[in-house]
């Protein structure tokens, strides 16, 4: 079966702090995508990364990274110096033949 | 700008009534997916289609119905049938199909309410 889990609902911080969002996932198979996708109070989810399952490299872009260990299972994703305007609702998404996501973590970050 | 239009933001159904949300992308995809968002329950996959006039059963079609007459629209309508309404509708496309590893791009929601 697989499966996403975000164990964390709901996270808040205050600006400037650092918050790591988790995902860890389940599957069985060798080759899957992951995804994290941002949804702010606008409602529409935008697309923040994408990872293939042979590519363990940790990526980062200006104060997002993330972190991808097959051992662990685990895709975390990290903010950097958080500002107001990350405050969203975080999804984490396993692709095989189809999109399963996690239930979603929702960010408060407080000026 | 490219991307998806959904209308209306906010609609109200009386029992017994059928509802249709709208989607239309101008991204040029061939697919096209109905999601339904709940809260703390992540997004459920009700219908989707990988090409005009073909569609299939998601994880939770029943009480829906769907049409794709058109490549840009992809409308849904919330049956009678359906008796737990209420929740948050996104629609999104994608260049590839299901399964592949294209990125999907989302509209910015439907909240339906029951009367």
């Known amino acids: 079966a697989q499966k996403v889990t975000q164990a964390q609902t709901e996270i808040s911080v205050v600006e400037k702090e650092d918050v790591t969002l988790d995902c860890v996932y389940e599957?069985?198979?060798?080759?899957?995508?992951l995804f994290w996708y941002k949804q702010p109070p606008s409602g529409e989810l935008v697309f923040l990364i994408r990872r293939n399952s042979f590519d363990e490299q940790n990526e980062i872009s200006g104060r997002y990274s993330w972190n991808f260990q097959k051992s662990t299972s685990s895709f975390n994703f990290t903010i950097t110096a958080s500002q107001v305007v990350d405050s969203a609702v975080y999804f984490c998404a396993l692709i095989r033949d189809k999109v399963i996501f996690g239930p979603g973590t929702s960010l408060s970050v407080i000026p | 700008d490219g991307g998806i239009t959904q209308s209306p933001k906010y609609l109200f159904r009386k029992e017994g009534q059928n509802v249709t949300l709208s989607c239309e992308q101008n991204?040029?995809?061939?697919?096209m997916y109905w999601y339904r968002q709940d809260p703390g329950q992540g997004l459920r996959l009700i219908y989707y289609?990988?090409?005009?006039?073909?569609?299939q059963k998601g994880d939770i079609a029943e009480g829906y119905s769907v049409s794709r007459e058109k490549k840009e629209s992809f409308p849904l309508t919330v049956t009678s049938a359906q008796k737990n309404p209420t929740a948050f509708y996104l629609c999104?496309?994608?260049?590839?199909?299901?399964?592949?590893?294209?990125?999907?791009?989302f509209g910015s929601g439907t909240q339906l309410s029951v009367l």
């Open positions: 289609s990988q090409i005009v006039n073909d569609f």
């Open positions: 599957t069985r198979d060798t080759t899957y995508y």
């Open positions: 999104a496309s994608s260049k590839g199909g299901r399964g592949t590893n294209e990125k999907l791009f």
């Open positions: 991204l040029n995809h061939d697919a």
